[in-house]
């Protein structure tokens, strides 16, 4: 079965601290993974796609990578700005369609 | 530039109550996702439409859930006899058909979701 975990659930951390967030994924016919970013009572706003192992991309103070099996989302000296939930979702070929899977998200507050 | 739209951004309704919300995609995007989203889930896919045809609809869209998207522009998802386990957020994607196999964006556009309360 096609499945997204993202861990840790939850983090807090200081302003400053760098930290990465995981997320693993078990999916047949992967076409893309997706990192959003979603503040309460919003929908989730895009941030990075990443198609192939080892690629990686930047925005600011997020850098996503993607390996065989996971992708990481480092977030490197966040500001309290930084905080909300950010989901990851893979993209699978089924029917020649755009269908994404997202993983559960991990909730980050950044404290002063 | 305008994004995804979508109205109302808040529905409280009686279970039993018929609701209809409707989502406007960007507008040079042919491709329009609906998806559910409850506390503490991401999001789960509903339904998709190309232009104005239904490509595909997930065993979670019971029959009580209708979607329609005439002349492939607005799209509206109608919720007949709700129950208390439709109360959700309701999301809307679009995204633009890329122009070559193997080219073009795939990224997924979402709205700010329309809140649904079934009392």
């Known amino acids: 079965e096609d499945q997204v975990t993202q861990s840790p659930e939850a983090l807090r951390l200081q302003e400053g601290e760098s930290s990465s967030l995981n997320c693993s994924y078990t999916?047949?016919?992967?076409?893309?993974l997706f990192w959003y970013r979603q503040d309460p009572g919003k929908g989730p706003e895009f941030l990075f796609t990443l198609y192939s192992a080892g690629e990686e991309k930047e925005k600011e103070r997020l850098k996503a990578t993607l390996t065989k099996k996971e992708s990481f989302l480092h977030i490197t000296a966040p500001k309290p700005e930084d905080s909300a939930t950010y989901l990851c979702a893979v993209r699978l070929f089924s029917g020649g369609y755009n269908k994404l899977i997202f993983g559960a998200g991990t909730r980050l507050a950044v404290h002063p | 530039d305008t994004g995804v739209s979508q109205d109302p951004r808040h529905k409280i309704t009686k279970r039993g109550q018929n609701v209809t919300f409707r989502c406007d995609p960007i507008s040079e995007h042919n491709r329009l996702y609906w998806y559910r989203q409850t506390l503490g889930q991401g999001p789960e896919f509903l339904t998709y439409f190309q232009n104005e045809a239904q490509l595909e609809k997930s065993r979670l869209l019971s029959d009580r859930f209708s979607a329609e998207r005439p002349k492939g522009s607005f799209s509206t998802l109608e919720i007949q006899r709700t129950e208390q386990g439709d109360s959700a957020m309701y999301l809307c994607?679009?995204?633009?058909?890329?122009?070559?196999?193997?080219?073009?964006?795939?990224?997924?556009?979402f709205g700010p979701g329309t809140r649904l309360t079934v009392t």
């Open positions: 999916v047949s016919g992967l076409r893309g």
């Open positions: 994607a679009s995204s633009r058909q890329p122009g070559k196999p193997g080219q073009g964006t795939h990224e997924q556009y």
